[in-house]
């Protein structure tokens, strides 16, 4: 469960580049499921990270998405096995 953090503890503001928690990973069952989920964050405008590099921006056998929460957390989906790893 997430919950948001109540504005008296958020005095100093979140930065993934500090001290704490960088990104969060997930994985999803295929390509298609990234393809699907990269579609319905850009439908909602979550903003996506990488996306020029977009699907191998962790490498050439790491096919995932990355976009940033609302605190700026980075969140990744990757694809546990992929047909569409690059050459």
Do not use: C, W
Request: aromatic share 10%; net charge negative; proline share 5%.
């Amino acid at each position: 469960m997430f919950v948001q953090t109540d504005d008296s503890k958020l005095q100093y503001g979140f930065n993934r580049t500090h001290v704490g928690i960088n990104h969060l990973a997930f994985t999803a069952s295929d390509a298609q499921q990234v393809d699907e989920i990269r579609e319905q964050l850009r439908a909602r405008h979550v903003p996506l990270l990488y996306d020029d590099r977009f699907p191998f921006a962790g490498g050439p056998n790491h096919y995932a998405v990355f976009a940033e929460d609302p605190d700026r957390i980075k969140i990744e989906v990757v694809a546990a096995h992929s047909a569409k790893m690059q050459d």
